[in-house]
T-cell receptor, first 111, second 117 residues
């Protein structure tokens, strides 16, 4: 069956460090993969999209990698700040229009 | 509008009652999606609209759930004879395009928190 797995345990890191979140998927061949941020009581907000033929994508302090052989994406936040504390969702393209979301990883950045 | 708007933001209802949840997508977005998010769970896909038609209703949990979209804009998700297990946050998203070649970036509303007592 198709699965998207993200670390269920919260990630606690110190301000200024790099946070790395993992997304593994099974039985998908996605054309692209997306990362979203969700704050409590809010809907997810799009952050980055990476295509299957791209190894890496950057946006300001964010970096995403996509390894279609390992079926894995890594999401990095460099120089993390307390304001980066949120839940981060990985979403895999399915059927060309729908997205299947992972359950998300909660990130807490402490001063 | 500036973003996806959902109403009501909170809904408390009694078991067995019907509820209607409304989604007003970003103007010009042709694709519209409904998801359900239960506590501690991921987003569960419910239904997708391209224009006014729903090519994929596969995620609707039961025949108590239905949705429509009129004028290629506003969508309503209706839950009949609500059950306690229907309690969740219902999220709506819209996208400029829902076709295979598009990026399919989704813009979400804040959701409707439904509590069935």
């Amino acid at each position: 069956s198709q699965k998207i797995e993200q670390n269920s345990e919260a990630l606690n890191i110190q301000e200024g460090k790099t946070a790395t979140l993992t997304c593994n998927y099974t039985n998908y061949s996605p054309a692209y993969l997306q990362w979203y941020r969700q704050d409590p009581g809010r809907g997810p907000v799009f952050l980055l999209l990476i295509r299957e033929n791209e190894k890496e994508k950057r946006k300001e302090r964010l970096k995403v990698t996509f390894d279609t052989t390992l079926k894995q994406s890594l999401f990095h936040i460099t120089a993390s700040q307390p304001a980066d504390s949120a839940t981060y969702l990985c979403a895999v393209d399915n059927s060309g229009y729908a997205l299947n979301f992972g359950k998300g990883t909660s990130l807490l950045v402490t001063p | 509008g500036a973003g996806v708007s959902q109403s009501p933001s909170n809904k408390v209802t009694e078991k067995g009652k019907d509820v209607e949840l409304r989604c007003d997508p970003i103007s010009g977005h042709t694709a519209l999606y409904w998801y359900r998010q239960s506590l501690g769970q991921g987003l569960e896909f419910l239904i997708y609209f391209q224009g006014n038609s729903a090519p994929d209703k596969s995620g609707l949990p039961s025949d108590r759930f239905s949705a429509e979209r009129t004028g290629g804009s506003v969508s309503t998700l209706t839950i009949q004879r609500t059950q306690q297990e229907d309690s969740a946050v219902y999220l709506c998203a819209s996208s400029p395009q829902g076709l295979a070649l598009a990026k399919n970036i989704q813009y979400f509303g804040a959701g409707t928190r439904l509590s069935v007592l």
